[in-house]
């Protein structure tokens, strides 16, 4: 099989895995389960937990021991498991306990499978990476798109079936990945290797550049603002059901479909990023993403399923561009500041910083003001939530167009390629 169409399974699969629940997770613990909403945010934490330091872990493993693909199939069979055993947790603490156990296996394949496709595309002198990358990277949204509708309308947006539909896929993957091109460590030991370089954790030292440290730390930022979208955008647009007007209306009933917009979206805004990272370069691109979660947050403060409905469809046309700019060209951009050695990891190093301390960041501390600020005798206050998450994007955008330099060479991003 060509080798695109054996990193576009791949990627389908990576992401179906995750959009099984992840989106409609809310409607489980708030529905079913009818847990208290206090703990919820802990849920989206563990994600940021697991990413603090298994995809750099795992970057160093498969850098320096342990064939990429390899390690990726071995994760995400353990992923499935544990999904399968998730359904049977019957206390909010302990389930808790047993998602971080989930994500610890399945936080690093992300970073992996960037690392694998990379390598798989250098190793192909047919292919291009930055043309050919977005093309199969946008089909991990198709797998994201095609595990929300399955989920939604076979009913299952509440139960635990969303876990095991995951699950199977997950092992299937898993074992798949066995298949894939050999994706050999690249770091060969050395005697006049230093004490960093000897344990693996030299892509740590991308931290002492100010260019790069600066480049993570807003990654964490934006980051965080993704965590707030994933827990909470669904359970927003289910609750319109206690307003009279709007309990029988579309966005109620298939919030879910209403959700995967967004997704849909991500597949345009995709394949648009070769064009914009050459003719924009990172910062702008970066920019473009941190205003694009102001109007994501802001449209969804003013909108509603009726009158107000096509600012909430343009708030997901909106996150295509928000999280495509951000997440697909930022990997690119570490794709091109470090050399073959430290691939994996400093792709590792880039998902804890957004998935990891972004993730924390987003979800601990949301849960804490919604809780606090912004729920009143159980009902929580939609609107100024979405606000003050629009302002906070704003913030971060403004910081970043005035301490991030960055003079760019369209060079920089065709060298991806060789």
């Known amino acids: ?108 394949t992300i970073a992996l499978s960037n690392s694998i496709s990379y390598t798989s595309l250098k190793n192909d002198s047919e292919a291009d990476v930055v043309k050919d990358f977005p093309p199969i990277r946008v089909w991990g949204t198709v797998g994201f798109i095609v595990a929300m509708w399955v989920t939604n309308l076979s009913g299952n947006k509440a139960s635990e079936y969303q876990f095991y539909i995951a699950g199977i896929a997950a092992i299937l993957l898993g074992i798949y990945s066995f298949t894939l091109p050999k994706c050999k460590p690249q770091h060969l030991k050395s005697e006049k290797a230093s004490f960093m370089e000897s344990i693996g954790l030299e892509a740590f030292k991308l931290f002492g550049s100010y260019k790069m440290a600066l480049f993570f730390i807003f990654s964490m930022f934006l980051g965080g603002a993704l965590q707030l979208t994933n827990a909470y955008g669904d359970v927003f647009l289910d609750e319109f059901k206690r307003v009279p007007e709007y309990a029988d209306s579309f966005v109620v009933k298939y919030s879910t479909i209403i959700m995967s917009i967004s997704q849909i979206s991500e597949t345009l805004f995709i394949l648009a990023i070769p064009f914009f990272l050459k003719k924009f370069g990172i910062k702008k691109v970066m920019l473009i993403s941190m205003f694009a979660w102001v109007f994501r947050f802001g449209l969804f403060a003013f909108g509603n399923p009726t009158d107000g409905l096509w600012m909430i469809i343009l708030s997901c046309i909106v996150y295509g561009m928000a999280f495509d700019f951000f997440n697909i060209s930022g990997s690119l951009f570490v794709e091109t500041s470090t050399n073959s050695k430290i691939r994996s990891s400093a792709q590792g190093l880039f998902m804890m910083m957004t998935n990891g301390f972004g993730a924390v960041l987003g979800s601990f501390t949301s849960g804490w003001a919604i809780d606090k600020y912004f729920t009143h005798d159980g009902q929580r206050d939609w609107h100024n939530i979405w606000i003050s998450f629009a302002v906070y994007a704003f913030i971060v955008a403004i910081a970043f167009a005035v301490l991030f330099k960055h003079e760019h060479n369209p060079k920089d991003v065709e060298n991806i390629a060789h």
């Not at 959009?19 to 945010?41: E, H, M, R, S, V």
């Not at 849920?43 to 970057?59: E, K, R």
């Not at 359904?87 to 156990?101: E, G, K, N, R, S």
Request: overall charge neutral.
């Open 1 to 108: 099989m060509n080798i695109k169409l054996r990193l576009t399974l791949m990627n389908f699969l990576q992401f179906f895995v995750w959009g099984a629940w992840l989106i409609t997770i809310a409607n489980y613990w708030f529905g079913t389960k009818q847990w208290d909403g206090t703990q919820f945010g802990l849920v989206f934490g563990t994600m940021g937990i697991a990413s603090l330091f298994m995809p750099t872990l795992t970057g160093i493993i498969a850098d320096r021991w342990v064939n990429a693909e390899r390690l990726y199939g071995i994760l995400h069979v353990l992923y499935g498991c544990v999904l399968f055993y998730l359904p049977q947790v019957t206390t909010p603490t302990d389930f808790i306990y047993i998602m971080l156990l989930a994500m610890c296996f399945y936080m690093p």
